[in-house]
């Protein structure tokens, strides 16, 4: 197939542009070229609040031949590409002198491993976060230099903890030292951000379209589509389908949420409804798979995701778990409450594999897209009844582009800083630097 099209290329209409995957056709003819066009690396990091069941989540082996505990088995498909790190610490969570606010402290600092200033006033002092270390490094290479999101809305003002701002509970990335950057909660919206464009007329005009006319954002593209698709090859033409398809998905799942009786089957054919899903699990999964899309498409190559707000005190009736989140963190060592708890954390992990298992599933050139990312997943605290900051549950999920060696739970000495894993990832994403928050040098083993 001698047909050429750039990584770039886009499926237009009115104030639509579908980016595409990869496809053969975007693979550059020279040697030289194709050493010019390596795929890029992507990394996303998640947090969830109010740390976890540690018993349940630390492997009791070292090295290759560890066994998943409870909370991580979901996991099990991808344990050749997960690294369990065990001995990180947060430093700048800790106290140092200001009393209690252990959640605020944990969330500020579990990107920048910065010590937060305490105060709930406008004079909030943190420091900037990894992602957004990156984005200022490599985000021009993508239109979106990094993507925010999460599931609770925060406040950017407030008494929240202990004298710490709500600023500090609600955003895990900071663009500077006193300016965090809201996370986008609604998947719609998201949506709307990675396919719409124009101005902003043209695409309220394309919305209000799709809406009335009960019409598919690729309704508006569909000419495009119809003349790439005559050119591309056999194998192009199938991965273009799918991915159509996976953006049909999402999108009829957006169409379909908040319908108190609309069959499944006929949701795309209403109109999407404002606001958020209801149900938790579908709000994280919708989220995860435009995450996914991001990622395929090249629209962003840095991705941060909340849970829930820090300290959040969400109960989880879906699994049995009617007490609050952060009300069980406080267990006391009653062992019912800690069951209770790591029935959250295997729920959290258990929407986490759904994340691994698109960006596993989908493939660019000849091998996963998960191998060229890195999905670090983990708290700012270790046992929420002790409210510590050291041997935080942090695991590590990609290969990084061949950077990273998974299938091994690895300890490192007491106090070693979380903020030196992120050198590694910086220097695997063309962000290196010397030094990071609290960091005293890269960590060894990964690869």
């Known amino acids: 197939m001698s047909l050429r099209i750039s990584r770039r290329t886009v499926l237009r209409g009115l104030g639509t542009a579908v980016a ?56 099990a498909p991808f344990r050749s590409r997960m690294l369990v790190l065990s001995g990180l610490t947060l430093d700048g969570a800790r106290a140092h002198g200001d009393g209690g606010g252990d959640h605020a402290r944990s969330c500020a600092a ?21 992602d957004q270390f990156a984005a200022a490094k490599i985000g021009g290479a993508t239109r979106f230099p990094s993507l925010e999101l999460g599931i609770d809305r925060g406040a950017q003002s407030g008494n929240c903890d202990s004298g710490y701002s709500c600023a500090y509970s609600a955003n895990l990335s900071w663009r500077t030292e006193t300016a965090p950057v809201a996370k986008e909660v609604d998947p719609a919206a998201v949506f709307d951000r990675l396919f719409g464009s124009g101005s902003n007329s043209e695409q309220a005009q394309a919305r209000m379209q799709r809406n009335r006319g009960r019409k598919s954002i690729l309704d508006f593209a569909a000419e495009d589509a119809r003349q790439l698709n005559g050119q591309l090859g056999a194998a192009d033409r199938r991965k273009l389908d799918e991915y159509l398809y996976a953006v049909r998905d999402v999108e009829r799942r957006l169409q379909g949420e908040g319908g108190s009786s609309t069959d499944r089957k006929t949701a795309v054919d209403y109109p999407r409804p ?20 991001a990622f395929q498409t090249d629209a962003t190559r840095i991705v941060t995701f909340m849970y829930c ?18 009300d069980l963190s406080h267990h006391g060592n009653d062992v019912e409450k800690q069951a209770k708890i790591s029935k959250i954390d295997r729920f959290h992990i258990t929407l986490f594999s759904h994340l691994v298992e698109q960006l596993n599933k989908i493939q660019e050139r000849d091998q996963p897209l998960l191998s060229n990312c ?28 061949g950077a990273i060696r998974g299938g091994r739970h690895l300890r490192y000495p007491q106090n070693t800083p979380l903020t030196n894993l992120y050198l590694n990832m910086l220097q695997v994403l063309g962000a290196a630097t010397d030094k990071f928050g609290d960091s005293s040098g890269p960590l060894d083993r990964l690869g």
């Open 20 to 75: 595409l995957p990869w496809l053969e056709a975007m693979r550059p003819l020279s040697a030289g070229a194709a050493d010019a066009d390596k795929l890029p690396v992507r990394a996303v990091f998640l947090e969830v609040p109010n740390g976890v069941n540690m018993s349940d989540w630390t492997p009791d082996a070292e090295g290759d031949g560890f066994a998943l505990k409870p909370t991580l088995e979901p996991l």
């Open 110 to 130: 579990f990107l920048t491993g910065a010590h937060p200033k305490k105060t709930y006033g406008a004079d909030i002092r943190n420091g900037v976060s990894v």
């Open 274 to 293: 404002q606001g958020t899903p209801r149900e938790f699990d579908a709000h994280v999964k919708l989220l995860f798979d435009l995450i996914a899309l």
């Open 309 to 326: 707000n820090e300290g959040s005190n969400r109960n989880y009736p879906q699994i049995g778990v009617n007490e609050g989140h952060h």
């Open 374 to 401: 890195m999905v670090m997943y983990g708290a700012g605290i270790g046992d929420g009844n002790r409210h510590n900051h050291d041997d935080l549950p942090i695991i590590l999920i990609g290969n990084g582009g």
